[in-house]
């Protein structure tokens, strides 16, 4: 997902690039809720009947199913902030904090979009003076594309 601010006082072009997520981590947490009742209460009616292990291993089925949901989320947190002035352009990457950050000078920065091979989806990544940065790894190759025109129009009209 890509959202597109522009400060016509500032001259400034922002992107904020993203994962996007269906769920919020409240509506995930009812859900998981919700489909963790089957199979503790599969369980809970195996061990009523005599058969104890099955019980622990519901509980570990529910527990990894937890940890997957949470890693989906934590992964979708990470956040690409494009940020063109007259200037500059920058590019922050990172979930919480700022990771990663590099600066290009507009004037000489190339935009690359990379046709995927076979399977593999196109890749999209600025240059310039021996400096590159990969954006969007999370997107889709629509997406990239549609990214990319926008890096490519904003650069021309702010040379």
């Not at 291993?57 to 990894?64: D, K, P």
């Not at 003076?129 to 490519?152: C, N, P, S, Y």
């Amino acid at each position: 997902m890509v959202e597109t601010h522009i400060d016509t006082t500032e001259n400034q072009v922002l992107w904020v690039v993203a994962p996007t997520r269906s769920l919020s981590w409240p509506e995930a947490r009812r859900w998981l809720c919700v489909i963790s009742l089957i199979p503790l209460a599969s369980g809970g009616l195996f061990w009523w009947f005599g058969a104890p292990f099955v019980l622990p291993f519901a509980g570990l089925e529910v527990a990894l199913l937890w940890a997957a949901f949470y890693y989906v989320f934590w992964q979708g947190a990470w956040r690409e902030v494009i940020e063109l002035s007259p200037t500059k352009l920058v590019v922050r990457k990172g979930r919480h904090t700022v990771t990663e950050r590099r600066e290009f000078d507009p004037c000489w920065v190339r935009v690359e979009l990379a046709p995927g091979l076979g399977w593999r989806p196109n890749s999209l990544c600025l240059r310039s003076h021996g400096q590159a940065t990969v954006l969007g790894d999370f997107l889709t190759d629509g997406e990239r594309q549609l990214l990319a025109k926008a890096l490519i129009n904003a650069l021309a009209k702010s040379r």
